[in-house]
């Protein structure tokens, strides 16, 4: 045990100096005071990715690696900075009930635009592009991303050119935070399309953001160029190109020889950690990533009903053994659903503690006597039940073997079944046809603590709710607490909520917290502005910053 | 000669069909689908999921599918790829030339030296030339092709610093001779497998022919050693190579999937590996078409060779 203190307090420290580092690295709105940023827009960056962009209309459903793309080429009304603040973009102001931009109750919104914003295309943009955008997001034609929130919308109007009002049907707080993912697309262009979903436009996008369309090479690498008419900072390079490299291996091997600038997404692996850091010429740091691996309990299986049960395999869930053993030490043991660095995170939550005799003690309390082959079973139910994840992911294959061979020591028959992605997280996870699962998840949107579609009871797919809540977990309380949360528009007072909702969840136990995870990154020496930002999902939201400085 | 011809073309056609179905139930019949990469985004439901698959038609009932996939195919009509609405034949035909330029000159590459190795062999049988040929072939066999890659790279690219890591082209640059300075490695690399193929090959083939007695004959009348060799063994043992030569064609364009992804050469091997992991249907069934009628079209072309070549061979 004291082997493990040391390590998680050496994790600590290393996801300390990663924030500091963040806090000296050129700022959003320092970076022209501190290092020479060029006046006109030099050189090149190569960012590999692992997964291939394909999607670049910004409405329609995507991955991490389109979102970096897109973050690129358009612009949302607000961008959300690495502190969790909300900032104008597209808009003059954030709105708030101080400036009278939202109303006390949440329900009128009032949205002020810049006037000084073009489209890649030299047209306007005007408070027409964004009443299209919010049209089209809930157009029943359309292959929209997510509706969530905008479905909530009435009354659109266009005021002027540069400013809009909406009134909501009811209160949704986490709305702000859609709004920040929601990019604004061209009226101009998209507007006498025929099929949006097929439009031109979604292969050659036009933005408003720091970077033109420049062109793509299917299967490997797309380039964009610089936009010298851009509102904000940047951008202070001439071609971002992002290029496609298939395997995490390879990617690593090119980001040793030179052959990319930044290693993007997903990164390097943890077990190259020790090997990066020694490298010539190449900064790499460690980022916490709002990611929260977990054992996720499917809540309706008989063997799961009993709370002692998930606390007993709780406390016989080894974490630390496989964060050190398996990752590295990278990641960070949780006890909450939310990133640590989330506003909302409750930092009070009872600390887990790995003890065997503990977890024996509380099934023998619970009556849970063991039968044949040492399995407990109470009433006729088995504490038998099968664990699944996306097969080929080693490191999670190897979680589950010591998994499984705590929880046989408190009686507990685990067995590993393991289903290629496509099935995976096909319907076996969306209707919840598994036992258990580990998976990795972001609860949050965008930095919105909001959880109503993971946690509501009216979430559960396969009781034929709307939602995502496939551990079909069900609490009168929490329903209760998840509805005060989105209709609250004082942060502090949602804040409060969302403490007592993480307190809860903690104390029941839906799901076993494993760890949050942080992502081993890597740039070349030389090249500024590169900030991580947790309330995103990946790390080029803001390469408008970049620059080289040699 | 078109009676044969009308009649291959019939049974292919039968072929195809077959297959096409095969495929495309095996494919749709696994569970997942290409929206269950977006299952875990945050804030999906599955309702939108739901809402997306009808309107890309994903819920109709799959012989219904079938039918409509067929009837475009027909017309000409690949579909268009799932993930990036490219029509499917641009697609392949764009991942297609990088696979010609790697098979192409990796081919060239392995059966030069290949057929050389082999004749030499076989004509200085048991010669230390010949043992270290044998022993080279089994090396080059037992190891894994993204063995030889990753080794290459750590020598010639993180080492020497003499050539790319991957990649087909410098991005801004792509001259020739950038093709050609990143054609090297993965080139050698995948040619030292087929190396070793066909120096056995050539090898087994020339020594049937060598010892027969018409060279015997050719040797009696005082023919050179060097034409006897060339024209009477070389020409007869090259034969069967034919056929091995047609049976690679498919594997020619369906590309080599290892080492595209150790060099990061965006080929046809690459296309088809992502296509399935994104379940992007007709893509898959695209390649699937694709490589089938290249197998069919490539059988039937060495059966052509054979026959023009060899008089003995009648096409009926």
């Known amino acids: 045990m004291t082997s493990n203190r040391i390590t998680r307090r050496g994790t600590m420290q290393m996801m300390g100096l990663a924030g500091a580092a963040g806090l000296f690295a050129p700022n959003l709105l320092v970076s022209r005071a501190l290092a020479a940023a060029p006046d006109a827009p030099t050189g090149q960056i190569i960012v590999g990715f692992s997964q291939e962009p394909t999607v670049f209309n910004p409405l329609m459903p995507r991955i991490e690696v389109d979102d970096g793309v897109q973050l690129s080429l358009f612009d949302a009304l607000f961008r959300i900075s690495p502190e969790g603040e909300f900032i104008p973009a597209l808009a003059a102001e954030v709105p708030t009930i101080e400036n009278g931009g939202l109303s006390e109750d949440g329900l009128e919104w009032r949205v002020k635009l810049r006037d000084d914003v073009k489209w890649h295309d030299g047209e306007p943009f005007t408070a027409e592009d964004v009443k299209f955008t919010l049209e089209l997001v809930v157009d029943p034609n359309f292959r929209s991303w997510r509706t969530t929130g905008h479905d909530l919308v009435r009354d659109l109007t266009v005021v002027s050119p540069t400013e809009i009002t909406w009134r909501m049907e009811e209160p949704f707080a986490p709305y702000m935070a859609i709004l920040v993912e929601t990019m604004m697309v061209p009226k101009h262009i998209l507007g006498p399309e025929e099929d949006r979903n097929n439009a031109p436009f979604n292969q050659a996008p036009v933005g408003t953001g720091a970077f033109k369309w420049g062109s793509r090479t299917a299967g490997d690498h797309l380039e964009l160029v610089a936009n010298p008419d851009y509102f904000g900072e940047g951008p202070y390079i001439e071609r971002l190109i992002y290029k496609y490299i298939p395997d995490l291996t390879v990617l690593y091997t090119q980001f040793k020889s030179g052959d990319i600038d930044i290693a993007g997404s997903q990164y390097i692996t943890p077990d190259n950690y020790e090997e990066a850091k020694t490298l010539p010429g190449k900064v790499v740091e460690v980022v916490p990533s709002p990611t929260v691996e977990s054992l996720f309990l499917n809540m309706e299986r008989p063997q799961f009903k009993e709370k002692a049960v998930r606390e007993a395999l709780y406390a016989a869930l080894d974490k630390q053994a496989i964060i050190d053993a398996l990752y590295y030490g990278l990641p960070t043991p949780t006890e909450s659903y939310l990133p640590q660095q989330s506003f909302f995170y409750n930092p009070d939550l009872p600390q887990h503690e790995f003890n065997i005799e503990r977890a024996n003690q509380i099934l023998d309390e619970a009556g849970w006597t063991r039968g044949a082959g040492g399995i407990r079973e109470k009433d006729g139910v088995r504490l038998s039940f099968t664990n699944s994840t996306t097969s080929g992911n080693h490191l999670r294959e190897q979680a589950q073997q010591f998994i499984q061979q705590t929880f046989a020591e408190i009686g507990v028959e685990m067995t590993i079944s393991n289903k290629p992605p496509a099935v995976m997280w096909g319907d076996y996870w969306t209707n919840s046809e598994f036992d258990t699962v580990i998976v990795g998840i972001v609860f949050t949107t965008g930095a919105d603590a909001d959880v109503t579609v993971r946690f509501h009871s009216g979430a559960i797919p396969a009781q034929d709710g709307a939602g995502s809540n496939t551990g079909q977990y069900q609490n009168e309380e929490v329903d209760k607490l998840l509805e005060q949360g989105t209709s609250t528009f004082v942060p502090e007072e949602r804040k409060e909520i969302y403490h007592q909702l993480q307190k809860i969840i903690r104390d029941d136990l839906p799901l076993l917290p494993m760890f949050q995870y942080a992502t081993v990154r890597g740039h070349k020496e030389g090249i500024m502005g590169i900030v991580p930002n947790i309330n995103t999902r990946i790390d080029t939201w803001h390469a408008a910053a970049y620059y080289w400085d040699n | ?316």
């Open chain 2, 1 to 316: 000669m078109a009676r044969y011809l009308l009649k291959r073309l019939g049974q292919s056609i039968v072929l195809l069909i077959i297959v096409s179905m095969i495929g495309f139930f095996m494919l749709h019949l696994t569970p997942g689908g290409p929206l269950s990469q977006y299952a875990l985004t945050p804030g999906m439901t599955q309702e939108t999921i739901d809402r997306i698959a009808e309107q890309m038609g994903l819920n109709r009932p799959l012989p219904v599918q079938y039918l409509d996939w067929v009837w475009r195919l027909v017309q000409g009509d690949w579909g268009e790829s799932y993930r990036d609405n490219q029509p499917v034949l641009s697609v392949i035909g764009r991942h297609l030339f990088a696979t010609l330029l790697l098979m192409g000159s990796s081919t060239a590459i392995s059966i030069g030296i290949g057929t050389w190795i082999g004749i030499r062999g076989a004509t200085h049988r048991y010669s230390a030339f010949d043992y270290v040929a044998t022993v080279g072939a089994m090396v080059a066999l037992s190891i894994p092709t993204f063995w030889f890659g990753l080794v290459g790279i750590y020598i010639f690219s993180l080492e020497l610093g003499w050539l790319p890591a991957g990649n087909m082209y410098e991005i801004g640059n792509g001259s020739f001779l950038d093709y050609l300075h990143h054609l090297i490695m993965p080139s050698v690399v995948l040619a030292l497998v087929n190396i070793a193929i066909w120096s056995r090959y050539m090898r087994t083939a020339t020594l049937d022919v060598i010892n027969q007695d018409f060279v015997k004959t050719a040797r009696a009348k005082g023919v050179s050693e060097r034409r006897v060799l060339m024209k009477h063994v070389v020409g007869n043992a090259l034969l069967p190579m034919i056929t091995l030569a047609g049976m690679q064609l498919p594997n020619l364009l369906s590309g080599a999937l290892v080492t595209e992804t150790v060099f990061t050469w965006p080929g046809m091997g690459r296309l088809f590996l992502d296509s399935l992991g994104y379940n992007d249907y007709p893509v898959v069934m695209g390649l699937l078409m694709f490589s089938a009628i290249l197998v069919l079209l490539g059988n039937l072309i060495a059966d052509l060779i054979s026959a023009a070549i060899d008089p003995r061979i009648r096409l009926s």
